[in-house]
């Protein structure tokens, strides 16, 4: 390949160029190799790689929540295209943005079990918003273009793009597509406004609930709140779209929720939910759920509306128009005994007091500057950070909500990291999930990243699954213990360079933590706290939200955890 020669592997850096991209994340191989010789030709593309293919949809979903644009993430044919297959599924559950692109072996080869070939499109069509395989040379920057635009517009998505091996050498004479215009945004129908409004005008016990599809609508979100003077929950994807500070909000509601939160949703006689999906765990039993409201849901997608919850006035349409919409014309409600009920819920809410899980979190969360990003892998470190954090603008809250994936937080506050270089990414994972992909550590190295900041919170085991084995499963703690296995994580991140810390007692922590955040370089604090800890409050599974457990049982050590913790003992000694 020439510098004059126009081919179909650099008509798709041209088309990307064309539309704003300059950062992908991706791995090469053999099918996808004609498209890296081609990205030598655009250096106003940069191009990062991870360590796995994982690493690199997880780091584009992280750019993409930060930021609100499309993520773009490479790979090459069968396993590395089916690598990708989780962050798809992640990025389907919490509509973010991606494009991904594949390459794949020649046309006259598929169908044939080649050589790392995967029919990925028919793998991921559950798990796209739309996906493509590339027949004709010429097709492939229209597609492209077209596949940006699905994966923004609307409720927003990933979409796959597959492109032959002979297709990203063939010679391509045609233009390089424009970006699509972005249609706009629907209007909900006037009627069901008036219906929402004359609702609200009426309530005794309003709530509004504030979903994930809710981030880029937080100003009119807000406007509306004080405008009606509605107390605010917002879910574990909506964190950030109401300001915490603010004396409206009640905190995250669902399955470790706030007290708040969850009562004042099982009282409510209205509740209007904008930008949600009412997913199961943030309703708990679904019969159990606000038994008593009336529940206008506000949704752009309207395969959601009325897909598990009841709604009595479903609002089609964009959440920041229908948010101002419904903020025209505002009552103020003055509800006393109301507002009296929920403070005295809020008064319920405990901070941790004794050295733990929550402890630790806490001290962490309390260090955050109001645009540091905060990513968060899977699991109890995950929920105590949802309780803790406060959040005043949205897109500093990442975390994979609806498929809950280990391994996602580290790459996705690389992601993020080089999105916004001048803002601080704090990522907290556990022992467990940061292991998935600690790998990209090296991403770390190789460029430099010097805003990135890991705190591991390790317990030794995989916490939230061992809670559930003590609460639900007689404490039969079953292939859970991580303890005897887990590296020495400060000589894991110095083999790659990485500055490391450890705290493992309340006393050692301030300094810890003072110490890893004034680094000048990317770093890693490991927080070792005690085996056991529980996340509570918590809603059991098949309870309803009313039937929270607020505090955490009362228990005694049990041998297993004694047998394990002195083998520990006796390998560090």
Request: a negative charge.
């Amino acid at each position: 390949m020439t510098q004059g020669e126009m081919t179909g592997a650099k008509a798709l850096w041209a088309t990307l160029a064309r539309h704003g991209i300059n950062t992908v994340f991706g791995y090469p191989g053999g099918a996808i190799m004609p498209v890296y010789d081609a990205l030598t030709f655009y250096p106003e593309v940069r191009h990062i790689l991870t360590r796995h293919e994982q690493g690199a949809i997880h780091a584009a979903e992280g750019w993409a929540k930060a930021t609100g644009e499309i993520g773009v993430c490479l790979a090459t044919s069968g396993p590395g295209a089916t690598n990708l297959v989780t962050g798809l599924a992640d990025a389907m559950m919490d509509s973010v943005p991606i494009l991904a692109i594949t390459g794949n072996v020649a046309r006259h080869l598929m169908g044939t079990d080649a050589f790392q070939e995967a029919d990925i499109t028919g793998i991921t069509l559950p798990i796209t918003k739309h996906n493509y395989v590339v027949r004709e040379v010429e097709e492939l920057p229209r597609i492209l273009a077209e596949a940006i635009r699905i994966a923004r517009s609307g409720r927003p998505g990933p979409v796959l793009v597959d492109i032959p091996k002979d297709i990203q050498l063939a010679p391509y004479h045609g233009e390089i597509a424009a970006p699509h215009a972005r249609p706009e945004a629907p209007a909900p129908a006037s009627e069901a406004i008036q219906r929402a409004r004359e609702l609200l005008r009426g309530a005794k016990k309003p709530v509004l609930l504030v979903g994930g599809g809710s981030l880029d609508a937080a100003a009119e979100i807000t406007a509306l709140a004080r405008a009606w003077n509605l107390p605010v929950i917002t879910t574990l994807m909506g964190l950030g779209a109401f300001p915490a500070s603010d004396p409206l909000w009640l905190g995250m509601p669902g399955m470790h929720g706030s007290v708040a939160a969850n009562r004042a949703i099982s009282e409510a006689d209205v509740l209007l939910g904008i930008g949600l999906r009412f997913d199961d765990r943030v309703t708990g039993r679904v019969n159990g759920f606000a038994p008593n409201a009336a529940i206008i849901h506000v949704e752009l997608d309207a395969a959601e509306i009325g897909k598990i919850v009841r709604t009595h006035v479903p609002v089609r349409g964009d959440a920041a128009i229908a948010a101002r919409l419904l903020t025209e014309g505002a009552q103020r409600l003055d509800l006393p005994e109301w507002q009296a009920q929920l403070e005295a819920w809020k008064a319920r809410t405990q901070k941790p007091d004794h050295w733990g899980a929550a402890y630790a979190v806490q001290a962490v969360v309390e260090r955050l500057r109001p645009d540091d990003i905060l990513a968060s892998d899977v699991g109890q470190h995950q929920m105590l950070a949802a309780q803790l954090a406060r959040f005043e603008r949205p897109r500093r809250w990442l975390n994979s909500g609806g498929l809950g994936t280990m391994g996602f937080g580290f790459p996705a506050a690389i992601g993020a990291a080089l999105a916004e270089p001048g803002v601080r990414s704090v990522v907290i994972a556990g022992d467990g999930g940061f292991q998935m992909t600690a790998q990209e550590l090296a991403t770390l190295k190789m460029y430099d990243i010097r805003n990135v900041k890991i705190c591991i919170i390790n317990n030794s085991y995989l916490g939230m699954v061992r809670q559930w084995q003590e609460l639900f499963h007689e404490r039969r703690y079953s292939e859970v213990w991580l303890g005897d296995s887990n590296p020495d994580f400060l000589k894991l991140a110095d083999a790659y360079g990485v500055p490391g810390y450890r705290a493992e007692s309340a006393e050692e922590l301030p300094a810890a933590i003072n110490a890893w955040l004034a680094d000048p370089k990317s770093a890693l604090l490991e927080i070792v706290v005690p085996h056991e800890h529980g996340v509570f409050p918590m809603v059991p599974a098949g309870a309803a939200l009313s039937e929270m457990i607020e505090q955490e049982p009362p228990r005694v050590p049990t041998p297993g955890i004694e047998k394990n913790s002195a083998a520990k003992e006796a390998q560090d000694a």
